[in-house]
């Protein structure tokens, strides 16, 4: 619309003036004498302009050895048409980085000739730049330990068949220290082992085996083991999960996640205190939450604590949350986390069905 040669009539101009407010961005008119006309609101608050008037020479809304000052008087001077172009622009007290075009035209009411420039304010594009880098970064991470970890299991399995042909060759010589430093080994190999399973768990999609899974009974199965790490930290177990909450997941997947958040609630809380893991359904989602009464997290490391090999404890890996957002994730559901101080909650909240999770998908895909 703001474009060349534009002799509009006095009511196309009303109402270009009209919308010209609308448009979620600020447009500016230069003319080739350094007159700028500040051509809606959006325009003043990207110049820090706070008078009434809207016209003015340049030098008095940016100061003539600003870097934006330059950059104006060179697309004016040399008719620089611009799409897109990324700008970092510093103007009224603020800085932010501006997403500029220029259009060589001639004002739209006064017909002198000049530039139209239209600033777009991406205020945040640094943060969103760190964002994007970081992802980036986690995805490489990703590609690497997956290959890392796929050229270790080779050579533990060869390592791991020999160790127990050894153990049994000394087992018919009665050589029992030996025997035991065997076992050390062969458990410290299943410790890399899984390692290595849950690197190439977290770096490559799984099949899924989606079946109804019973919450009750995937917390029953892992209730034994749970109950008696709990003991050893003095830990009281609470379940508060109705017998008949289902839902349609990979089993095995639950449990690795019920697990993984159990464990964690446990582990911070050295002291003794309550674990109360509660189960309910909220509309058309089965909702799992795992209390604890310890220390609390930090909500400035809410973000961080979800990073791989992100971990404050002296024998974690640093994995388990980033598993725990990714089988949720691949189940279309998502994680809350809340700590005020005191204790911590981690909420799961999945689709009660299969399709629903497909839908929600959908839905966050077209908003
Ligand atoms: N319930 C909790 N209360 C307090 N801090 C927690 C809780 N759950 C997780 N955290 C914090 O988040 C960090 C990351 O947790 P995550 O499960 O990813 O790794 P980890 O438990 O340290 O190691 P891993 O699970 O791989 O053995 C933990 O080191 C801890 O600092
Ligand atoms: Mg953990």
Redesign the pocket.
């Known amino acids: 619309m703001l474009v060349r040669g534009a002799r509009k009539s006095s009511a196309v101009r009303e109402s270009l003036s009209g919308q010209v407010n609308l448009i979620h961005a600020g447009v500016v008119f230069l003319s080739k004498d350094l007159l700028i006309r500040l051509e809606n609101r959006l325009a003043k608050d990207l110049f820090g302009w706070t008078e009434e008037r809207c016209i003015a020479p340049l030098y008095e809304v940016l100061p003539i050895d600003s870097e934006e000052y330059q950059l104006l008087c060179r697309i004016v001077a040399e008719d620089c048409e611009y799409r897109d172009a990324v700008v970092k622009w510093e103007a009224g007290g603020t800085v932010r980085h501006v997403l500029m075009d220029s259009f060589v035209a001639r004002h739209a009411e006064t017909d002198e000739a000049g530039v139209y420039v239209v600033l777009r304010d991406m205020g945040n594009f640094a943060l969103l730049n760190q964002h994007t880098e970081k992802i980036e970064r986690i995805a490489t991470i990703g590609r690497l330990a997956a290959g890392v970890a796929h050229e270790i299991r080779n050579p533990l399995t060869t390592i791991k068949g020999f160790l127990q042909l050894l153990e049994q060759r000394l087992e018919r010589v009665d050589m029992f220290d030996e025997i035991a430093y065997i076992r050390v080994m062969m458990q410290e190999i299943e410790r890399v082992n899984a390692l290595v399973t849950e690197l190439l768990l977290l770096s490559k999609p799984q099949d899924m085996a989606w079946t109804t899974v019973s919450v009750s009974e995937v917390l029953g199965h892992l209730r034994p083991w749970l109950d008696e790490e709990a003991r050893k930290r003095g830990v009281e177990t609470v379940y508060e999960v109705p017998a008949d909450l289902e839902l349609q997941a990979d089993r095995g997947m639950m449990e690795q996640l019920f697990a ?1 958040l159990a ?3 446990i ?2 809380m050295d002291k003794g205190g309550r674990l109360t893991i509660r189960g309910r359904t909220e509309e058309g989602r089965v909702e799992i939450e795992f209390s ?1 009464t ?4 930090p909500y400035y490391l809410f973000d961080r ?2 990073d791989v090999f ?4 002296e024998k ?7 598993i725990c957002q990714r089988i949720v994730a691949d189940h279309g559901g998502h994680i809350r986390v809340s700590s005020k101080g005191f204790g ?1 909650t ?1 909420t799961v909240s999945l689709p009660q069905t299969r399709s629903s999770s497909l839908q929600v998908i959908r839905h966050r895909q077209s908003s």
Do not use: Q, V
């Open positions: 993984h464990r964690n609630a582990e911070a604890d310890g220390p609390g997290i604590i979800f992100y971990t404050t404890k974690g890996t640093g994995l388990g949350l980033a911590t981690f």
